[in-house]
């Protein structure tokens, strides 16, 4: 039966592993950087799990945890579509197992997503989506933004 729980953070490590998997199914970045961004994202994320700016939750059949997702909470300051207040959240993180997926636990976990920012009083929501996602994220209201992106390379 699946059931889902708040993350805790003796669910860093999973959470870790579901964001590599993630990047990986998406065909995002090499094994290498992969690898170097999870060594790098666990010492980033226990701080935000512990204090509450990462809000996650995991979906378990019995003991297997087999998706999940996170919401970040963002300092942002007041904005036309939020002028009197200074947050915003970002989905991230989200991942379901292959053999558990086109079963609504995606939409289930990103509901649970936006219902969390609607109880912290945070209007704008936003998160990147895969191909594969973006039907998921439309039907719960996910529109396009004007966000463009400058990446360095010379890095």
């Not at 007041?78 to 379901?96: C, D, K, Q, W």
């Not at 509901?111 to 929501?125: G, K």
């Not at 936003?126 to 360095?152: C, K, T, W």
């Amino acid at each position: 039966m699946l059931e889902t729980r708040s993350a805790t953070l003796k669910d860093a490590s999973l959470i870790v592993a579901h964001r590599h998997a993630m990047f990986a199914a998406m065909g995002s970045g090499t094994s290498e950087s992969l690898d170097e961004m999870s060594r790098s994202f666990e010492p980033w994320l226990l701080p935000r799990l512990a204090d509450g700016r990462y809000r996650g939750w995991i979906t378990v059949d019995g003991a297997r945890p087999v998706a999940s997702a996170g919401l970040l909470i963002l300092d942002w300051p007041p904005h036309a579509l939020h002028p009197s207040t200074s947050e915003r959240g970002y989905i991230l993180n989200m991942f379901v197992e292959l053999d558990y997926r086109r079963r609504g636990i995606a939409r289930a976990l990103v509901q649970r997503c936006i219902d969390e920012a609607h109880r912290l009083n945070i209007r704008v929501t936003s998160l990147h989506a895969s191909a594969e996602g973006r039907p998921v994220y439309e039907s719960l209201g996910f529109g396009p933004s004007n966000e463009m992106q400058f990446i360095d390379k010379s890095f």
